[in-house]
């Protein structure tokens, strides 16, 4: 018999998530049925959606409810099968699981990664995972880039931000990434080749903008809201677009967050904005994969992964979103392949 | 020597337009140059573009400069032409003017009207317009009406919003528009064909809103802002559709207006919100002015004029935008054809 750990959600966390509104309990995992496979958990993907998750505000799925395992994704190798697809040891994409150690799934719920040599597994959570599917059709299909224009990013080191500045580069825009810290702002400039960034925390992010984007700003990629929102939409250019990929600054808000004082600019600058979730775009994932394995192969895409030892510490360090400690992709490393 | 009225701008209102904010002068016309038409404003049209224009606010045209006429259009007949396609007593579109008696103008600035027999002149400020315009193009090109689909206007009973709901219905829509009297709510279900109608100065627009929409909203045609647009978003289906065309709600504001405090509906439903101006379709208006006369022709849309007496009255009278005073096109009658 072979026992369980999954995070259940006690109760909803009201701001940042506190010790006991998850708790961590074991459980017998089911016997594997016909078709079925029983997959254990390497990596657990941490996102700003596990927070949205959390609570009960309107959004896009259903809320996990109270007293159910918290709602997640990663990556997980396949101890046994029953599925004719699979076999013990390969390495699947968990799909939509749960904060556990094991899964016990339909064969057909879980994809098998192909095998890039040279390519570390953490790139499945990130450029060719979730979140570089985000960024590809985010930016590919509404931010729609044209060489010569500016592309802005915010939470631009993170898993998303930073793919997206990177493909903008290679779409020829030029790009001005936003985030937290200044060796966040060393590492877009340097090592991810944006043309500037702005460090929120210590610039005007307003004359910074000024300064990075002498032409102005055709396609925002939001990921944060707030303040920083607002200082970017009265700077827009003329039919610029705004794909509205997050709003992180409000996910942990415990009170209603007005939304951007100026929202007429989407009216006079003729700005198309466009919500979307990366499964908006399932059916031509085959694409963005292509498109991001290539440019990863070339060199032409960089990566980071922030990775934390143990599911026993998974609530605790999705902090790390909302405060800005986190450079790419955060992940939680809960077991090893062998 | 004739003799022009024009207002000029002669300080910047500070909430409703306030006497002395505007001055009634009187001027010389020039002389009529060669390939230059004078003409003479039949009809003065108001909108609320116009309280955009006298504001120091960040824009989609440069603002009137204080000391300035008055910039606005409506439609004019030819007095004297020294240009071969126009002759006195042609009838035109004033096109981008001022707010005045007399207009000297190269003839190919100005647009003859075609007769259309049995249709009014008006309807050239109302279906036929550039209110008809907008509300074709957005509606049509942004908010992608499909049969069975739910429509919301606010402003309903307004040059814009009484198009875009009876456009609406005749794509196969069920409308729902929400207006500020029950003589306009009346007019919108009994004479223009709307489903239904909520009077927001009378009704809990939520409430009226599940009533009236009980599968949800698909598009929202945004005219006002403000508290009524927060009601809409929480009530949106996956994938709807915003034209975004005015923001009436907040032209008058002293102090900066907080955005939708449900902005994040935007992201959650997967919302495509889309700024606009009318004239981002101008090289599409044959196409417009077909439908619309086509529609109008066939009785298929019917029309209010809201007509106020005499030039002096045009700044007091824009008031009548603001409060929800007036049903359908708001125009000044300037002066008599002969």
Chains 1, 2 share one sequence.
Not at 64 to 84: A, K, N, T, W
Not at 120 to 142: E, Q, R, S, V
Not at 190 to 219: M, S, W
Request: aromatic content about 8%; proline content about 6%.
């Amino acid at each position: 018999m072979v026992t369980n750990k999954v995070w259940t959600l006690r109760k909803r966390p009201v701001g940042d998530v506190s010790d006991g509104d998850l708790e961590l309990e074991e459980a017998p995992v089911p016997a594997v049925g016909e078709g079925e496979v029983r997959i254990r958990t390497l990596f657990l993907s941490l996102d700003p959606t596990n927070r949205i998750w959390m609570s009960d505000r309107d959004q896009y799925m259903p809320p996990v409810e109270v007293g159910d395992p918290m709602r997640g994704g990663g990556i997980s190798i396949v101890e046994e099968s029953r599925f004719d697809g699979l076999q013990p040891g390969d390495i699947v994409n968990t799909g939509l699981g749960t904060w556990s150690l094991y899964h016990v799934k339909k064969g057909s719920e879980v994809t098998k990664l192909p095998a890039l040599p040279g390519v570390p597994l953490t790139a499945f959570m990130g450029p060719l995972g979730m979140t570089g599917m985000t960024a590809y059709f985010g930016l590919m299909d509404i931010g729609k880039p044209k060489p010569g224009e500016t592309l802005v990013v915010s939470a631009a080191a993170g898993a998303v931000g930073s793919m997206v500045g990177q493909i903008g580069k290679i779409q020829g825009c030029r790009v001005v990434g936003i985030a937290g810290s200044d060796d966040k702002c060393r590492w877009l400039t340097q090592t991810a080749g944006f043309d500037a960034a702005i460090n929120y925390k210590k610039e005007d992010v307003g004359a910074a903008l000024d300064r990075h984007c002498p032409d102005g700003i055709d396609i925002n990629f939001e990921n944060v809201g707030g303040e920083i929102m607002d200082t970017i939409l009265t700077r827009l250019n003329d039919f610029a677009r705004m794909p509205l990929c997050g709003l992180i600054s409000s996910y942990n808000a415990t009170e209603p967050v007005p939304g951007p004082y100026n929202f007429s600019m989407l009216l006079m600058r003729h700005v198309t904005l466009k919500g979307f979730i990366v499964t908006d775009y399932m059916e031509r994932f085959a694409e963005g994969m292509q498109a991001m394995a290539g440019w990863l192969l070339e060199g032409k895409i960089k990566f980071e992964t922030d990775i934390v030892d143990g599911l026993e510490n998974a609530p605790a360090s999705l902090e790390r979103l909302f405060s800005g400690k986190n450079l790419g992709k955060l992940v939680v490393k809960v077991s090893d392949p062998d």
